[in-house]
């Protein structure tokens, strides 16, 4: 991976962490954690139902799940600039994309939802609270049995060396709301610098099974003898 100016690293709310997203790298992601996240989404049991993509970005997955998997998504963002490409990007019929606080659903009612998917979501937000909430709120609107993937960068994976990415430096520990440095290659090799926030598998599993759901599975996909990048935990709406 060729080095680029990384006196900047970008926080994920501004439009320069947009454009960078946008221009990343994706095979390892459409190799590994999207048909990973998809495989334990399924398909809609109904023709309209309806999955919730929170934290959509710039609405790569959420595209994945209308065009080829036959689901209504509503993709929601707290960063307008991620919005507006995917608005750009990633238009489908079935597909509407609205701005919200990372916290609360207040439009969406008890009980409704058929699915929900947060993919490298978490791994991007510093606030715990935020985090809890939104776990809450994403178990309210669930229907029961409701899937709930939360796929994210593996923690045991930080500063390994990955075709696409770096997560944290080589040779260092991270705790539990320690800031960690995020290289991602860019198609033409060169390469961003953003800031993500390190959390155990522990703590990711707590701030399910504290909002109500029952403990996830975990899986670690890789196609390599390397660790695995990503995690997919799967959990689903108590009965
Ligand atoms: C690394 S991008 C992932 C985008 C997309 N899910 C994907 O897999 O390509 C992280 C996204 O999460 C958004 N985000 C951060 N905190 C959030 C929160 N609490 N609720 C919803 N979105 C959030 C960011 O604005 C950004 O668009």
């Given at each position: 991976?060729?080095?680029t ?10 439009a ?30 109904r ?24 689901w ?12 507006e490409?995917a ?21 969406i ?7 929900a ?8 937000d510093p ?28 923690p045991?994976?930080?500063g390994?060396?990955?075709s696409?990415l770096?997560?944290?430096e ?6 539990d709301?320690?800031?960690?440095p995020?290289?991602l ?55």
């Open positions: 991976m060729s080095d100016d990384h006196s900047t690293t970008l926080t994920w709310d501004t320069a962490a947009a454009a960078a997203y946008r221009r990343r790298d994706m095979r390892l992601a459409e190799r590994l954690i999207f048909p990973t996240a998809l495989h334990h989404l399924g398909r809609p049991a023709p309209d139902a309806a999955v919730l993509d929170i934290g959509c970005g710039t609405g790569v997955l959420a595209a994945l799940m209308a065009r080829t998997h036959g209504t998504v509503h993709g929601l963002d707290v960063s307008p600039h991620m919005l490409i608005r750009t990007d990633n238009a489908h019929p079935r597909i509407d994309y609205h701005l919200f606080d990372g916290r609360s659903l207040p439009d009612a008890d009980g409704t939802v058929d699915a998917v947060c993919c490298l979501v978490y791994c991007t606030d715990d609270h935020r985090l809890a909430a939104l776990t809450s709120e994403i178990e309210r609107v669930l229907r029961p049995g409701a899937p709930y993937i939360l796929a994210d960068l593996n045991d994976a930080t390994e060396q990955f696409t770096r997560y944290g080589p040779k260092t520990t991270y705790s709301g320690d800031s960690v995020v290289v290659r860019r198609l033409d090799g060169t390469t961003d610098a953003l800031t993500c926030h390190f959390r155990t598998l522990a703590t990711y599993t707590s701030l399910l099974t504290d909002a109500g759901f029952p403990t996830p599975t975990v899986d670690l996909p890789t196609d390599t003898a390397t660790i695995a990048p990503y995690m997919v935990l799967t959990t689903h709406k108590d009965r």
